[in-house]
């Protein structure tokens, strides 16, 4: 089976702009999770989706949001970049969600802001 | 509310040598515990996971976590260190309440460095 693919793998972006990530989930998996990932704050929970439906989220502004298609695909959006929201973001899927005891993890999106 | 803190930073070993990685977890109620394992430029591995089983878990590669509820430790191991072990290793605690549709998330702590000396 193939795994979690994240694209881009690098972005760079200027402050104020808006910037969409791209994750494909195992297949199978109808979960995908969402975390960032800074050298300050760590690996930080954003966002779950299952289903198409957001039913999880973290203390990220409204900025950042979601969605996830039928075929589990999701994406992630920032908008009105901050200098701050440079960081590797990771997508994680699972079958059936968080409860389960696995999440596979991608391997993430460098985004810069400049 | 549930937490992880991860007591190093940064550890040091000589290759041959014994691992050990320090986690300490803070929650209500039993807790289910995982360790993750980041390489450079990689995603996330899991090791292992505790979720109110056998206390003592064993993962990929020869590690091993001990469940201490007296302690509320969950301590990372492996007998003999080896140049591919050098990452970035989490410990990680499940939280959140079950609503019926698996709504829990991962706490992340903040990782320790592991560097294997040749």
């Known amino acids: 089976k193939a795994g979690v693919t994240q694209t881009p793998r690098y972005l760079i972006k200027t402050r104020g702009q808006q910037v969409t990530l791209s994750c494909s989930p195992i297949?199978?998996?109808?979960?995908v999770s969402w975390y960032q990932q800074t050298p300050g704050q760590g690996l930080q929970f954003l966002f779950e989706?299952?289903?198409?439906?957001?039913?999880n989220k973290g203390n990220f502004p409204g900025r950042f949001s979601g969605r996830q298609f039928s075929n589990s695909r999701s994406e992630m959006n920032v908008s009105t970049l901050e200098l701050g929201d440079s960081a590797l973001y990771l997508c994680?899927?699972?079958?059936?969600?968080?409860?389960?005891?696995?999440?596979?993890f991608g391997p993430g999106t460098r985004l810069t802001v400049l | 509310a549930q937490s992880v803190t991860q007591l190093d930073s940064h550890v040091s070993v000589s290759e041959g040598t014994p691992v050990l990685l320090r986690c300490n977890y803070s929650?209500?109620?039993?807790?289910?515990l995982f360790w993750y394992v980041q390489h450079p430029n990689k995603g996330l591995q899991l090791l292992l996971k505790?979720?109110?089983?056998?206390?003592l878990v064993k993962g990929i590669n020869g590690f091993e976590a001990e469940f201490k509820k007296s302690e509320t430790s969950f301590h990372l191991t492996k007998p003999s260190a080896h140049m591919s072990d050098a990452a970035e290793y989490f410990c990680?605690?499940?939280?959140?309440?079950?609503?019926?549709?698996?709504?829990?998330?991962?706490?992340f702590g903040k990782g320790t460095k592991l560097s294997v000396i040749p």
């Open positions: 994680a899927s699972s079958p059936g969600g968080v409860a389960y005891n696995e999440q596979f």
């Open positions: 297949s199978g998996h109808r979960s």
């Open positions: 505790y979720t109110s089983a056998a206390t």
């Open positions: 929650s209500s109620y039993s807790p289910s």
């Open positions: 990680v605690v499940r939280t959140g309440a079950y609503s019926g549709a698996g709504s829990y998330q991962l706490t």
């Open positions: 989706y299952f289903s198409e439906t957001q039913r």
